[in-house]
């Protein structure tokens, strides 16, 4: 314990934080206690109450954090290329391999932040998940402001319905080819890779200003 001691507090909530996911995954965030985390984390239940001081807190950590990561992979997704089409592509597979990489932390990112910071009683990570949620918004904005503008994508379409449309879809999308995974291939006759395609280019077609 002496060299965990010497640990930075960074290191120490982080291992907490990771602990956290992993039971949040198994048994749910309601059906996991302070308890649990620190006795399989190893820490006294008094030193995890040091990091985090109540599960809200660290439910907003873990929130925060995939926020991040989604961040990451949507900016990764468009800066690559400059064709509209493809940019449209590589967002759609950089979800794909963001709910197959970080599961937990996907179901996270479609949950409900808090949007109101008019008064004290709101978590640091609250204010930053926030955000960097309207960094991904600017980001998706800007791909569909220039689509429009390239001729690409429809010029009537309004930008924020249409983004949070898509958000909505493609996530749905995502959830039920990994949920229905087995009907998919033996009922519809196709394998999920396929089944999201399909999917993905039935939703850009509506916004695309030439039919494919």
């Known amino acids: 314990m002496g060299r965990r001691k010497k640990e930075p507090g960074s290191v120490h909530r982080q291992n907490i934080a990771d602990t956290a996911q992993e039971l949040f995954m198994q048994k749910g965030i309601e059906g996991t206690s302070m308890s649990e985390i620190a006795k399989k984390a190893g820490y006294s239940k008094a030193t995890l109450y040091v990091y985090f001081k109540n599960k809200e807190e660290l439910v907003g950590f873990l929130v925060l954090e995939s926020m991040e990561k989604l961040y990451t992979h949507i900016l990764n997704a468009l800066k690559t290329t400059r064709h509209t089409k493809e940019r449209y592509d590589n967002i759609c597979q950089a979800l794909v391999t963001y709910q197959q990489e970080y599961p937990f932390y996907f179901q996270l990112a479609l949950s409900e932040i808090n949007i109101d910071f008019t008064h004290t009683d709101f978590l640091p990570e609250e204010l930053e998940t926030f955000r960097i949620g ?59 890779e396929e089944f999201l395609s399909y999917g993905f280019q039935t939703l850009y077609r509506a916004i695309a200003a030439k039919t494919l």
């Open 134 to 192: 309207e960094k991904i918004n600017d980001k998706v904005r800007q791909f569909i402001q220039e689509g429009i503008d390239n001729g690409d994508l429809r010029a009537d379409i309004p930008i924020m319905p249409t983004i949070f449309s898509f958000w909505s879809m493609m996530s749905g999308l995502i959830l039920t080819s990994e949920h229905k995974r087995t009907y998919i291939q033996q009922e519809i006759g196709i394998p999920q």
